[in-house]
């Protein structure tokens, strides 16, 4: 197919990669975003880059069991403010219907055919590029506090091994032996050998659309307000910094998408899971790869001398104002697990929020948005955008050239609620 001129909505870390994707593949690109590259959600997130270890998504039986207990913790790693959310019930009333084991399970299927080659996408993307040395290639661990949790989320991690994971189950002394800077507050562990990190999610955004504008694409600073539609096409696209013919349109604009779509005349039940991040700079640490500690719903990624904690669900508005003490907590929460910090007074820390973008079965979209031939969906991507991103770009550039991505797309439907 000749090259098509493509104007990509979003440049976080999927609006990114699938400007790079299309550019490589010949396609003439415009990426446009209301801030810098990588400010939104992709800015301060755990930088792991999961693959088939992740196919089992939060939705089901064991979360549902939790809830009630949840709901009553402070400290719960997930809160619901209820009253910055009027109007999200249909919302909820799906994410409860996701719940049940049939569902989880079907979903997980579904996503292991997207989390099967997200490795290999990004090695495929940044071949060549100066991104690559962003990327670790060491696995990832699951930290377990107790034995009770570990058995306690062995249906999960069974589960992701039929769907084709690598993983090996560690006691202390194995996991002593690979992280030596984690303490005896964790019992046991999961690793993955097959996942990768990014020390830095934000850098590793800004370089992927480094290298589509030295390609020959370009970066367009604009707030996209409306979408004129002619002939039943996205014509126009009308922005605070006038008005931008375009060809042909993705929206990746992470968990500010709906709105855009709902310029368009078509409605995505999508919503906002809120996180937060704590960074510790001036912390040398001998941590060596990103752990994922479920129980506490947070990530530990080291980074160039120092430390990045995140994670955490919070149910709140895409306006309500950021609370920092969701950030305090994972603090509290993640610095017993190393030698580094589980002593010691309280460090200078910064603190961030973010809005992951997530529809009710934690399935992202990546269609052709329902009624318009020329516009393409991509977003939805939850607690897995820095995983996914790569492999979306590949599966947008198929659907774009009219090839078939060679796994079924009908789970990531727009018009699925
Ligand atoms: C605490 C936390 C930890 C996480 N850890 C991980 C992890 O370890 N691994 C992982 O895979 N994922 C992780 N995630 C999830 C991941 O960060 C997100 O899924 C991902 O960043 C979403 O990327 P995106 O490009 O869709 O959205 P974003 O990064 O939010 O980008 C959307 C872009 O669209 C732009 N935009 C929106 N509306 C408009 C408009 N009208 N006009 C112009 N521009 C617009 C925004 O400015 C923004 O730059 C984490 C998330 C959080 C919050």
Redesign the pocket.
């Known amino acids: 197919m000749s090259g098509c001129q493509v104007t990509v ?8 990669c699938i400007g790079l994707s299309l550019q490589k593949a010949g396609h003439d690109v415009v990426l ?4 810098e ?14 693959s088939l270890s992740a196919s089992t998504q939060l939705p089901g039986p064991r979360l549902l069991a939790q809830i009630p207990k949840m709901l009553l913790d402070r400290d719960a790693p997930l809160v619901v403010r209820w009253r910055h959310l009027p109007g999200l019930t249909r919302w909820f009333l799906a994410f409860l219907m996701e719940c049940r084991q049939v569902r989880q399970e079907e979903t997980a299927r579904a996503m292991a055919t997207l989390l099967a080659d997200t490795t290999g996408a990004y090695d495929r993307l940044l071949d060549g590029s100066p991104a690559d040395a962003l990327i670790r290639r060491n696995g990832a661990l699951g930290l377990s506090r107790t034995e009770a949790w570990f058995e306690g989320d062995r249906w999960r991690r069974d589960f992701n091994v039929s769907l084709g994971n690598r993983m090996q189950e560690l006691n202390r002394e194995k996991l002593h032996r690979l992280e030596p800077s984690i303490t005896s507050s964790v019992a046991r562990a999961a690793y993955y050998p097959d996942a990768y ?1 990014t020390l830095d ?1 934000v850098g590793l ?1 800004r370089q992927i659309a480094d290298d589509m504008v030295a390609g020959g694409g370009r970066l367009v600073r ?4 409306d979408v004129r539609i002619e002939n039943g096409r996205p014509a126009a696209l009308l ?1 605070n910094q006038g008005e931008m013919k375009v060809d042909r349109l993705v929206v ?6 709906h ?2 779509a709902a310029r368009m005349g078509i409605r995505v039940l999508l919503n906002t ?5 704590v960074d510790i700079d001036d912390l040398p640490n001998g941590l060596s790869r ?1 752990l994922l500690h479920g129980e506490h719903a947070l ?1 530990i ?1 080291p980074r160039e001398n120092g430390l990045r904690m ?3 669900v919070e149910f709140s508005s895409l306006e309500a104002a950021p609370d920092y003490r969701r950030a305090q907590i994972l603090w509290r929460k993640g610095r017993e697990v190393l030698r580094e910090t589980a002593t010691g007074d309280m460090p200078e820390m910064n603190f961030w929020m ?4 997530t529809l009710p079965d934690y399935r992202p979209v990546i269609d052709r948005a329902p009624g318009l031939e020329n516009c393409w969906f991509a ?1 939805g ?9 790569a492999r979306t770009g590949e599966v947008v550039l198929d659907l774009l050239e009219g090839r078939d991505p060679g796994f079924d797309l009908r789970p990531f439907r727009a018009d699925r609620f």
Do not use: K
């Open positions: 909505v979003g440049a976080g870390i999927v609006g990114a446009v975003d209301r801030d590259p990588g400010s939104g959600c992709s800015f301060g997130n755990s930088g792991a880059i999961l990190s999610p955004t604009a707030e996209v307000t922005t990746a604009a992470g968990a500010y998408s709105r855009v899971e809120r996180g937060y991040h990103v990530a990624n995140a994670g955490n973010g809005r992951r973008p977003f991507h939850q607690h897995l955008g820095m995983s996914l991103a």
